[in-house]
Nanobody, 123 residues
Framework: QVQLVESGGDLVQPGGSLRLSCAASGFKFDDYAMGWFRQAPGKKREGVACISSVERYTRYADSMQGRFTISRDNAENTLYLQIDGLKPEDTAVYYC????????????????WGQGTQVTVSS
């Protein structure tokens, strides 16, 4: 059974940092490109960053450059997202997703999804 379980979301003050994790199981993790997406209340889900399977090429949404860092540990079947300099507009549910055939920031390209972890940025 495929599972993607996100963790690490929290309530943080503006300017703070968080490291989100996504533990994968039930599929061959190192065959899949992985992505992080987020959805804020009342908004569409948007791509944050993605990372290729073996070469670990990374790509970020234009608005996410500089404060977000995606990484993966294929030995541990885990995906990470480091977020620095958090802003109130980063408040959203963050999802990880897996794609066997694509490497990009379009949600429709991903086959497997986690349930999400809530990130709230507020003073």
């Amino acid at each position: 059974q495929v599972q993607l379980v996100e963790s690490g979301g929290d309530l943080v003050q503006p300017g703070g940092s968080l490291r989100l994790s996504c533990a994968a199981s039930g599929f061959k993790f190192d065959d899949y490109a992985m992505g992080w997406f987020r959805q804020a209340p009342g908004k569409k889900r948007e791509g944050v960053a993605c990372i290729s399977s073996v070469e670990r090429y990374t790509r970020y949404a234009d608005s996410m450059q500089g404060r977000f860092t995606i990484s993966r540990d294929n030995a541990e079947n885990t995906l990470y997202l480091q977020i620095d300099g958090l802003k109130p507009e980063d408040t959203a549910v963050y999802y990880c997703a897996a794609s066997l055939y694509h490497y990009g920031l379009e949600s429709g390209e991903y086959e497997y999804w986690g349930q999400g972890t809530q990130v709230t940025v507020s003073s």
